[in-house]
């Protein structure tokens, strides 16, 4: 993505998570704290990770390189197929302090065969591995894909798991999916993204 292309994707991402979370209400409140963008091979331009995205404007926002030691940086160094990340304070996301095994289809699918826990910004990868989110242990959440549009649903997407798993605890505990099976509808997803991607080229 060029310079300009990400700058109004920023700019316009408040807006947009307002207009789109209005059908996922009922899964929690999902705030979008900071947005990262991929430019090129070697740069990323994120928001002011403090300022309010609706009060930000271009000149709040930094270029720095893809090569570095905060999360976004090894997120798009390491993950080279991935264009956007957020990081997103969550209701029920917040509260997880465990992985989160596969407990419903659609995160086996979209999100990874589990949820993990990030303690620390050389974790991230790992954690990462496979996975299109992760919570960190300050209870904010950061929710990856390869369009600005499929890093939103993850984010949906985790809040809808998260509030599945804290619920379900006080009903005796969620009934997790075969890891084995997990993997393969995640592999099955992508395979059918893959070629729906391809056909609509």
């Not at 609706?54 to 905060?70: A, N, R, V, Y």
């Not at 990868?125 to 649903?153: H, M, P, W």
């Not at 070629?195 to 080229?201: G, H, L, T």
């Amino acid at each position: 993505m060029n310079l300009k292309s990400a700058q109004e994707l920023i700019l316009q991402a408040q807006s947009y998570f307002d207009h789109h979370s209005e059908g996922y209400q009922t899964w929690g409140k999902v705030e979008l704290k900071q947005v990262a963008i991929r430019v090129d091979k070697n740069k990323i331009l994120i928001s002011h990770p403090t300022k309010s995205l609706s009060e930000q404007t271009i000149q709040d926002f930094e270029l720095i390189p893809s090569k570095g030691k905060t999360y976004f940086q090894k997120i798009f160094f390491w993950k080279w197929n991935m264009e956007v990340a957020f990081i997103t304070k969550q209701e029920y996301a917040s509260q997880v302090k465990e992985t989160i095994p596969p407990i419903l289809d659609d995160q086996a699918q979209l999100l990874g065969v589990n949820i993990k826990i990030t303690n620390k910004p050389e974790d991230i990868i790992c954690t990462l591995f496979s996975r299109y989110a992760t919570i960190l242990q300050n209870g904010q959440s950061i929710c990856i894909g390869k369009t600005f549009e499929d890093t939103f649903v993850a984010a949906q997407l985790l809040e809808k798991t998260s509030k599945a798993w804290v619920e379900g605890k006080y009903l005796g505990g969620a009934i997790p999916i075969n890891i084995i099976e997990a993997w393969a509808m995640q592999q099955f997803y992508l395979l059918k993204y893959s070629k729906e991607a391809q056909k609509n080229k």
